[in-house]
């Protein structure tokens, strides 16, 4: 199982507490974790990736195993601990704002 | 007894403020979307339990909310606002062509009849609509697609459509307003629009008398007089009796006639209210004073309201959205500021009270009257 950590704001939009677990089929990547998190979870679609272009939105980042792996393409595989479900796959709303 | 819902969008969430007919004492509940810029919330005259809310986030984008309780629960709905077919440009701020992206909603216009129905009006420019309750949304390309689009241009805030007005009289009439682009009627439900900018004159454009590229900020009417509209125009204060045929000013007296909102008593069609603002470089209200101006005479002369408003030390502003009236007898006015206070008056104006304050800042207050 994979395990996803959302930001707070779209954990209550999605109406979940704490981590989200997703199973996704290998290879596990960004878009394939991302794809099964928004079939769990329709109302996050556009709010991660942008509906018309399915790039990441702007202020928002992709952290794993201390790593920002924000840059990496979508297809590229994720670290093994992020896939076996040892380390959390992490969503960050970029801090910004006063 | 009749009673009043004010339905408050903020930078932090959205409130609802209930009364009873007496307007005295408030409840006030949320933030719901806590966090969120609510940029707008309106209930469905057909089914006032329900509403529409505007949700946004410049991290998060755009969610659409939809309560059938008046508020006490929500349902996402669709938030996809897909441009119909190629986006052309409008100009930037620079002039340069720059194409249209969807940004944010910041108005909802729900149908006068069909609760299902419901029109929005979003930035980059332009109009959606859903028959089915927010599932879907389609555009009614006709607007944005006219042939003066490319010149449209953004003002300080983007460029929005933040004003919609269904005709209660004449079947498929509609106005918009955009700025910085002018106000637009269509007669046939939205399948082509008209430019209904004569008689504005706008010094901050190279021609000033242009067909479009007027920053309008709000358009009010009285549903027993449609054809009359009264305008805050970035400056000026304006009045038009052939449904925006010619436009003529209005601002009188008025110690600055800078403001973004407007409003048309209830049972009165030609008593208006405005909240002037000091000016586009400083956007708070002049002499720290906070003062409603209420014009009887449908325009030109107008009295300061000020009891139980601040009258020192104030420097808010008054959002283009953030006022609205109730249809309770005496009518009832509400304001939102951007120092989060909700003013209401129960007697048309001739007194305040502060329903509710250190709210976020106020983006939008609707106002349902509630059998």
Avoid at chain 2, 49 to 78: E, H, I
Avoid at chain 2, 350 to 356: E, G, L, Q
Wanted: glycine share 10%; net charge negative; charged share 20%.
């Amino acid at each position: 199982m994979i395990v996803v950590a959302l930001p707070t704001h779209l954990r209550t939009l999605a109406r979940v507490d704490g981590d989200v677990t997703l199973d996704v089929p290998a290879p596990v990547t960004q878009a394939s974790v991302l794809d099964a998190l928004e079939a769990s979870y329709p109302v996050l679609r556009g709010a991660i990736r942008d509906h018309g272009t399915g790039r990441r939105r702007p202020f928002i980042r992709f952290f794993a195993c201390q790593r920002d792996l924000s840059h990496e393409a979508p297809d590229a595989p994720l670290p093994e601990a992020v896939a076996s479900g040892a380390e959390p796959f992490l969503v960050i709303g970029a801090i910004a704002g006063g | 007894m009749s009673g009043v819902r004010v339905l408050v969008g903020t930078r932090k969430g959205a409130f609802v403020l209930t009364a009873d007919g007496k307007r005295r004492s408030w409840e006030v509940s949320g933030p719901h979307f806590g966090g969120w810029e609510i940029y707008h919330v309106k209930g469905s005259p057909a089914d006032p339990n329900r509403l529409f809310a505007s949700q946004t986030s410049g991290w998060f984008g755009q969610q659409v909310q939809r309560s059938d309780d008046g508020g006490k629960t929500w349902t996402p709905v669709d938030k996809t606002f897909v441009y119909d077919g190629a986006t052309g440009t409008h100009q930037w701020y620079d002039g340069t062509p720059h194409p249209w992206e969807f940004k944010r909603v910041w108005h909802f216009e729900p149908s006068l009849t069909d609760p299902d129905t419901v029109y929005a009006g979003v930035e980059d420019a332009a109009l959606f609509r859903s028959t089915d309750g927010g599932k879907s949304w389609q555009e009614l390309a006709a607007l944005r697609t006219h042939s003066t689009g490319a010149r449209w241009q953004p003002g300080a805030g983007g460029m929005c459509l933040h004003t919609i007005l269904l005709d209660p009289a004449k079947a498929g009439r509609m106005f918009v307003a955009i700025s910085a682009a002018g106000a637009f009627r269509s007669d046939d439900a939205g399948r082509s629009w008209r430019p209904i900018n004569r008689g504005l004159r706008s010094q901050y454009i190279p021609d000033p008398e242009a067909e479009v590229g007027h920053c309008v900020h709000r358009i009010a009417q009285h549903r027993a007089r449609p054809d009359v509209l009264f305008m805050q125009k970035h400056w000026d204060v304006l009045r038009s009796d052939d449904a925006g045929g010619q436009w003529r000013e209005i601002s009188g007296d008025l110690p600055t006639d800078f403001g973004f909102t407007i409003e048309v008593h209830a049972h009165e069609p030609d008593t208006v209210y405005v909240f002037p603002i000091k000016s586009d470089s400083e956007h708070y209200v002049p002499d720290a004073k906070l003062r409603v101006y209420r014009s009887r005479a449908g325009g030109n002369e107008w009295e300061a309201l000020t009891k139980g408003l601040p009258q020192r030390d104030c420097y808010v502003n008054v959002l283009r959205d953030a006022s609205s009236v109730d249809a309770l007898d005496p009518c009832g006015i509400y304001f939102g500021t951007t120092g989060g206070q909700v003013y209401a008056s129960a007697d048309a104006g001739d007194s305040w009270t502060a329903i509710v304050r250190d709210l976020p800042a106020v983006l939008s207050v609707e106002v349902q009257t509630l059998p």
